[in-house]
């Protein structure tokens, strides 16, 4: 269990942090009256999405001696036309092709597909996964 405190700061701006002290900012985006200063609500569920599917590989690639440094990923947060929600969230994974042999590939984006935050979606938020290899 982890308790992280939020504090409305005021102009659309909250405060959250961290029980190890660290603190992140967040603002509403400007077309809902914000300044879009710095992360929204939604952006960190897609930033939740996107760091949790690389830390969840990664743990995966330690445990079979596989150093996974200089991997990436997008994602791309689209909102709902009809709902006032998170409509897609399409990731796009970028490993570096020499440090994945190819026969390791399809169990490394099946444990990518099963991080937690991807499992906990809504199953009305579209979130592909695309891998490649560079």
Known sequence: ????AARYEGKTKCQLT???????????PKELGGDAAAF???DLVASGLVTCILTTI??????????????SATVVKEMSTTANRIGRLAVTVTV???L?????RPRLEAIGHRCPVHASLH????????YQYV
């Not at 269990?1 to 992280?4: K, L």
Request: aromatic share 2%; glycine share 8%; charged share 20%.
């Open 1 to 4: 269990m982890i308790e992280i």
């Open 58 to 71: 990664a743990l995966w690639g330690e445990r079979r001696q596989l150093d996974l440094v200089g991997m």
């Open 18 to 28: 961290h029980p190890e002290g660290m603190v992140l900012q967040t603002d509403t």
């Open 123 to 130: 199953p009305e938020i579209e979130a592909p996964i695309i």
């Open 96 to 98: 570096p092709a020499a």
């Open 100 to 104: 994945v042999p190819e026969g390791l």
């Open 40 to 42: 929204s609500p939604t």
